[in-house]
């Protein structure tokens, strides 16, 4: 069952720039995080808007809807699983989102206000010009804690 009608506030789901890709490309549908006070079927419903952001900062983000949700032990076994979380014991909360609009990472902003992401700001290979991060190469978290919190240096803006 689908609602788009939710008035809940959008989950925040950070993500490292290979899955952001993903999703942005329609080749992730799915995102896996432990099952937890965080990431549970009450706070992941069915309806319940979604923002996918490239790390913790705030320049490239998509926006979605939560319009699955199970839970699986099967996630807890892949190798990305294991790289982000170890060992850890229990289920995979599995949230699938369908984006709103599946070709635009940009955010409202204009390039006035920090860049959208326009072609004037992107080099030929797609990423930003030279302004990233060096503790957190862009991603917004902090490599030394796993990347559960935002990035000291950058303040989990990326740049």
Known sequence: MKHTDCNMTPLFIPLKREYFEAFRLGTKV?????????WNASSCVVGRPVVLSLGYGTRSRLHGVVVGYRESAEPTKTDAWLKCYGTRQGLAACIRVELRDKQSTQSD?????????CEDCIDDDGQDDDRRCQ??????ADPLSDFALPCPLCLG???
């Open 30 to 38: 799915e995102e896996f995080r432990p099952v937890g006070p965080r």
């Open 157 to 159: 803006e990326g740049v």
């Open 135 to 140: 503790r957190c190469d862009g991603d917004g």
């Open 109 to 117: 902003r204009t390039c006035e206000q920090g860049c959208a992401g």
